[in-house]
């Protein structure tokens, strides 16, 4: 968990569903595919959601 967000330069959100069970590597090409964005930008995580909108799954 993380307590203190302030040493993020910037948090992308995902829109749409994602499938959760995915990977590391998985999202990190759905990034680079959809959004055009480098996914290992230091500083940077993307906030994917699943159909369960109770559930967030990040990559850092």
């Known amino acids: 968990m993380l307590n203190d967000a302030s040493c993020f330069k910037a948090v992308y959100i995902v829109c749409g569903y994602t499938d959760l069970r995915s ?3 998985r999202l990190a ?3 680079e ?3 055009g964005n480098r996914p290992y930008v ?3 995580p993307y906030l994917f959601c ?3 909108t109770d559930r967030i799954k990040g990559l850092l």
């Open 33 to 35: 595919t959809q959004a």
């Open 23 to 25: 990977g590391m590597d």
């Open 29 to 31: 090409a759905l990034i």
């Open 50 to 52: 699943g159909r369960r």
């Open 42 to 44: 230091p500083d940077t």
